[in-house]
């Protein structure tokens, strides 16, 4: 069993930037891809970054790339989601999840684990 718990959420200005951090709980950590999404209301819940076990393999969605970074620190059981150039599209409630223990994590059906989600609001 594992636990995800999100934090660092808030209120920002478009051009602004915000860190999200997730914190696992349980011994399977860094045996496990990590990933993260988010949910818009009235949108289905999409992939955002994923980061495989050892941390050297990250995926994007194109929506976010070259803007948001995906790390994780496998001592510390952390992933956190660096956010920069925030645009008002990316206002959603954004999610945390774990992997099996094989593959990344690059949408709904491969997560095996949630967090309970963090709210991002960017005014523009």
């Known amino acids: 069993q594992v636990q995800l718990v999100e934090s660092g959420g808030g209120l920002v200005q478009a051009g602004d930037s915000l860190r999200l951090s997730c914190v696992a709980s349980?011994?399977?950590?860094?045996?496990?891809?990590m990933g993260w999404f988010r949910q818009a209301p009235g949108k289905e819940r999409e992939f955002v970054a994923t980061i495989s076990r050892s941390g050297g393999y990250t995926v994007y969605a194109d929506s976010v790339k070259g803007r948001f970074t995906i790390s994780r620190d496998n001592a510390k059981n952390t992933v956190d989601l660096q956010m920069n150039s925030l645009k008002s599209e990316d206002t959603a409630v954004y999610y945390c999840?774990?992997?099996?223990?094989?593959?990344?994590?690059?949408?709904?059906?491969?997560?095996?684990?949630w967090g309970q989600g963090t709210q991002v609001t960017v005014s523009s």
């Open positions: 999840a774990a992997g099996s223990t094989t593959g990344l994590v690059s949408s709904v059906l491969g997560a095996a684990y």
């Open positions: 349980g011994p399977t950590f860094s045996g496990r891809a």
